[in-house]
């Protein structure tokens, strides 16, 4: 019957009588005793020479195994083995990535933005081995073990993800995802005790991180602390209204504990906003190529070469790559960012302006980038557009204080229309009461002909922050002022700044 | 790495001569993995291979193809198996000869005849998916090829051949990018109905180049808006009609469908509907049990992942895995995305549970397709295969996970708890390394173990010959329906041995774009009789047959008190003489 099961690949169990196939009894526990022996020599053998290499002294200085697996590429030049073969961004990212590695070859932060830069132009294999090789020779920089771990993530090696990312994590990596990452790969191995406790660390410091509060309930739902699970999804929806995931989240919830009107409602908001999500991420996903977005890419690339000049104390080179950046991607905002610092430091306000001006174009909303324009424009003598800025940025956030702080400073520095800096000053206190505007309203009062109300303001201001030794110096000189002031009436004013 | 080396060497040596002492101690073939499948493609006499019609151009419907079937068209207890094939596509140079589809007829051994011509079902459109069903109730399964272009209906003649019925029944479902297809019974009047997945508006005319990271890819669905499905219904007189709207089966626009399902998943005995969409939320028709559906993916749980996440679903299964009496789903997806498994709580909705259960390691670097629940060492617990490979064919230099060709995954069931990653040690069936698509589970050589066959895009198919070791008992089923469909679609079936207690659903149409599993097969651990067998016919009444013993194949008719032992030898092939004539002819080439 063709459906027996076979056993012993269809053989019947051996006896002694097939032909000697199998040997007896005896001599099978022979075999076995000769081959512990041999075992047992081998080892002594190895472990006496271990000793003698000294190498117990060193295991707790070897790291990850796979670092010593070099690749070939990460110190050697690659663009012009590409050249032809790949497309022109690529090609110059490739340029960058070796002119960093031949402009600082013992750099460790030049490598790793090499293997950054690799591993999205050219190869992920080349990026990882150049990181990894930055771990080697630098076991306390953490960037790198967080890219490794995203990318040992990605592969599925989930133990290799929580070897990197812990350490990342223990050398304090600034980056909130690297707990998200190590929590996700902790859950994806079925450690979601685990994955509570890496977020909840996380969320001491990050309260206000929707990304760990949403894998912390995901997590919490997982161990069956149902009651945390849902105060965390609801704190997700608190900061981000349109998280359908959370919303799906928080029906499921409900669902699990039979509160099914409840997990209605939330399922026909999570639906509603999913559809909106998919929308959206189809749009953005409806493109035949990725040109846009590679030459972001590139420019980041630019932007963070450029901070390797100015570490290594080369602004102007540094200049040069953000300059570049911000050719290659006219909506790169941080290579903006940069120069307008660099013109700021170089104290070419005029040029600040002009790219704070397109920073305030690609960010309408950002108040902080109408005021820092404002100023610029400000520092670079041209008041009536510094006005503009100032305005615009009170007309924004009518309830925020940079915008008003700006034009009172502008009124301070041309002296004109003092008595409205007063009342805005009096309406910046109202808003924000911090020692900085309280000291901004003396100043105010003092350019107003008010020395008594800037002294009140000043000691506010000192009061408000008592440790400020500018404050306690303002008020000094205030009070020689006034006194003097109040002394010789009708005498010529000093200024106590 | 010195730490390695040291360590590795003494534990190497100690290993090796432990293994030679243990090589004279041990029985010879002793086993290391309860589940072991064998690469027996050589000696199958399977010549076919799988085209995309690839030419360049990176058409996103040469990703998706194919599906594949296994069915026993010729009833001879033997399984056949039908191969999906793409075809030629615009642009591309004319191939001297049309690849077309292929049917392969199982001669029993694992030795298969190529049948395709004399069948007629050598149909060479754009094939993607297919499902089988006896539409008619002949006694004789049909065909359902959804294409990319017109579909097609073969209805069986039950001599061995098909004719192309579709324009007569009125299914060919206009020039649509097609997915997977199934029948089921809708309102239980004992006629199948067909339900049409389709995935994206895909077009020649409106067709550009893909061009990320300077490298000219395929593009995923998200690129092209959705394409509708359509339910048929069928009128009893060999026509169906398109009731699609009428059914309610009304969808929000996002719909790119893939593979599919059928399966009552409430057990209240009307068929619901899961279909997959590819970056989309998917789709959960729940029937009223009078053919009139609404869409609750999102209530029931089964719309995205744990994390409310919607995946790039592929292939889905459907089983009680963990033998609490409801039926359990389990969807692949995306690279560097868990698949889906969704476990049914038995009270109106699902849990997504992969991430506690499912190690990921050998799933989540690679873009999952096919899939099946299959009791390979007949312990009473459904185990896990899933196909693998990738997309896109040109980015293996950028990555070395990122491979058009992959392993695909066995993975053992620990008595419903977890799953066990057995892929490296399951044998030379999972060695070979190609970019599968489909897969379809049925036990090819009717030895009580499932075996497996693989449709590799671009490749010859796999063949994998389930040898894993054990004395575990089984039972192979069949059913008959009289009153309700004819080969049970959507019965239930309950099985009980001792302790286990295990439930299967007859379906047309699943795993990736394909079909298999009409015969029924249960694992029944040490257990030599099976205490009770109880089948909830579709739409009708309830049968319990007991004391059946096991390593048997059973075949149960509706309304007939006694169980039918069926042969579990190949039966002389002398039914269809003009077939025999004909593979006489065809032998010498």
């Known amino acids: 019957m063709s459906g027996a099961v076979e056993t012993n690949g269809g053989k019947t169990p051996a006896t002694s009588s097939e032909g000697g196939k199998v040997l007896s009894a005896s001599n099978r526990l022979r075999g076995l005793i000769i081959a512990l022996l041999v075992l047992m020599l081998i080892t002594a053998g190895e472990y006496l020479y271990m000793w003698q290499v000294g190498f117990f002294r060193q295991i707790e200085t070897e790291a990850e195994p796979e670092l010593s697996q070099g690749h070939p590429d990460v110190y050697r030049p690659v663009a012009d083995r590409y050249r032809g073969k790949v497309n022109p961004i690529q090609q110059e990212a490739l340029a960058l990535a070796d002119l960093v590695i031949a402009k600082w070859p013992e750099s460790v932060p030049a490598l790793f933005i090499r293997g950054l830069i690799l591993n999205k132009f050219l190869s992920r294999d080349l990026g990882v081995a150049c990181l990894l090789e930055c771990i080697r020779r630098a076991p306390h920089f953490a960037e790198p073990y967080y890219w490794v771990g995203l990318d040992r993530f990605k592969r599925g090696e989930y133990e290799k993800t929580i070897n990197f990312l812990r350490q990342a994590v223990a050398l304090n990596i600034p980056l909130a995802d690297a707990r998200v990452v190590l929590a996700e790969a902790l859950g994806l191995l079925g450690r979601h005790n685990e994955a509570v406790l890496v977020l909840r660390e996380q969320l001491e410091q990050m309260p206000d991180h929707p990304g760990t509060r949403f894998y912390l309930a995901h997590n919490l739902e997982r161990v069956g602390q149902f009651t945390e699970a849902e105060h965390h999804y609801r704190q997700v929806i608190r900061l981000q209204p349109d998280n359908y995931q959370a919303w799906h989240g928080l029906a499921m919830l409900a669902q699990r504990l039979g509160r099914k009107a409840e997990a209605e409602e939330y399922f026909a908001i999570c639906r509603k906003l999913q559809t909106t999500f998919h929308a959206g991420h189809q749009e953005a996903r409806r493109r035949y190529d990725d040109h846009e977005s590679l030459s972001t890419s590139l420019a980041t690339a630019y932007t963070d070469v450029g901070k390797l000049f100015i570490e290594q104390g080369e602004p102007d080179e540094a200049a040069k790559m953000w300059l570049r950046a911000a050719e290659i991607d006219k909506e790169h905002r941080e290579c903006r960012l940069f120069l307008a610092d660099y013109y700021a430091f170089r104290r070419e306000w005029a040029k600040a302006a002009q790219v704070l001006e397109e920073l305030c174009q690609l960010e309408p909303n950002q108040v902080k980038h109408r005021v820092n324009t404002g100023a610029a424009w400000m520092a670079a003598g041209d008041y009536s557009k510094a006005r503009a800025f100032f305005e615009a940025a009170c007309d924004l956030a009518p309830n925020r204080a940079d915008g008003y702080v700006g034009l009172v400073e502008l009124t301070l520095v041309t002296g004109k229309d003092v008595n409205t800096a007063v009342d805005l000053a009096q309406r910046i206190v109202k808003l924000e009461p911090t020692a900085d505007h309280y000291f901004l309203l003396a100043r105010a009062y003092w350019a107003a002909g008010d020395p008594e109300q800037a002294l009140q303001a000043a000691e506010r201001a000192a009061v408000l922050d008592p440790g400020s030794r500018q404050y306690k110096e303002f008020l000094t000189r205030l009070k020689t002022v006034a006194a003097k002031h109040l002394g010789s009436e009708g005498g010529e004013s000093s200024s106590p700044e | ?589």
């Open chain 2, 1 to 589: 790495m010195r730490l390695f080396r040291f360590l590795f060497l003494p534990a190497a040596a100690g290993v090796a001569c432990t293994a030679l002492g243990l090589y004279w101690w041990a029985p010879r073939g002793s086993p290391k993995s309860p589940i072991v499948l064998e690469d027996v493609t050589a000696s199958s006499g399977i010549q076919w291979i799988h085209t995309d019609g690839s030419c360049g151009h990176r058409y996103i419907v040469e990703t998706v193809t194919a599906g594949l079937a296994t069915f026993d068209y010729d009833g001879d207890g033997f399984i056949d198996i039908y191969f999906v094939n793409g075809a030629w596509l615009r642009g591309c140079p004319q191939p001297p000869s049309h690849p077309p589809n292929a049917l392969y007829r199982n001669q029993g051994k694992f030795n298969f005849q190529d049948v395709t011509f004399f069948a007629n079902v050598g149909d060479i459109g754009y094939g993607l998916g297919v499902a089988v069903g006896d539409y008619n109730n002949d006694g004789f399964p049909d065909l359902y090829i959804n294409n990319f272009g017109p579909n097609l209906l073969f209805r069986n003649n039950g001599d061995g051949t098909f004719v192309d019925v579709t324009q007569i029944a009125g299914v060919d479902a206009g020039d649509l990018v097609g997915a997977g297809a199934s029948f089921l019974d809708i309102d239980g009047d004992g006629d199948l109905d067909l339900y049409v997945a389709n995935y994206v508006d895909f077009s020649f005319e409106t067709y550009r180049p893909h061009i990320i990271e300077g490298r000219h890819i395929y593009p995923g669905p998200m690129i092209y808006d959705g394409v509708p499905d359509i339910l048929y219904r069928n009128e009893g007189d060999g026509t169906f009609r398109d009731i699609t709207a009428e059914a309610g089966i009304i969808e929000d626009g996002v719909g790119t469908g893939m593979g599919m399902i059928c399966a009552d998943y409430d057990n209240d005995g009307d068929t619901d509907i899961f279909v997959l969409n590819d970056v989309a939320h998917n789709y959960f028709w729940e029937n009223n049990g009078r053919g009139q559906f609404s869409e609750v993916g999102l209530p029931r749980g089964v719309a995205f992942d744990a994390q409310g996440r919607y995946l790039a679903s592929m292939g889905v299964d459907c089983a009680d895995f963990d033998n609490d009496g409801w039926l359990d789903f389990f969807h692949t997806a995306y690279s560097e995305q868990m698949p889906a498994l969704y476990r049914n709580t038995g009270k109106g909705f699902f849990e997504e549970i992969a991430s506690q259960l499912v190690p990921g390691t050998s799933l989540f670097p690679h873009i999952n397709w096919g899939c099946n629940f299959v009791d390979f060492d007949n312990d009473g617990w459904v185990d896990l295969f899933v196909a693998n490979g990738n997309t896109q064919d040109n980015l293996e230099d950028l990555a070395a996970h990122i491979t058009y060709r992959a392993q695909n995954t066995i993975l053992r069931n620990i008595q419903g708890q977890r799953f066990e990653e057995l892929t490296s040690v399951a044998g030379s069936g999972l060695r070979p390394i190609e970019s599968s698509r489909g897969s379809a589970a049925d036990d090819l050589d009717q030895d009580g173990r499932v075996d497996i066959v693989v449709l590799n895009a671009r490749s010859r198919p796999s063949i994998l010959r389930n040898v894993s070791p054990g004395h575990n008992n089984w039972i192979l089923v069949t059913l008959v329906g009289t009153r309700s469909n004819r080969e049970g679609i959507g019965s239930h079936v309950t099985v009980v041995a001792g302790e286990l207690r295990q439930l299967r659903e007859v379906h047309s149409g699943r795993s990736y774009q394909g079909h298999c599993g009409t015969q029924l097969h249960f694992g029944v651990a040490h257990h030599r009789k099976i205490d009770r067998l109880e089948v909830r016919w579709h739409g009708g009444s309830t049968q319990i047959w007991e004391n059946l013993p096991a390593r048997k194949w059973w075949i149960l008719i509706e309304g007939a008190p006694e169980a039918v032992a069926g042969p579990v030898t190949p039966p002389p092939h002398d039914a269809w003489p003009q077939l025999k004539e004909w593979l006489a002819r065809a032998l010498p080439r």
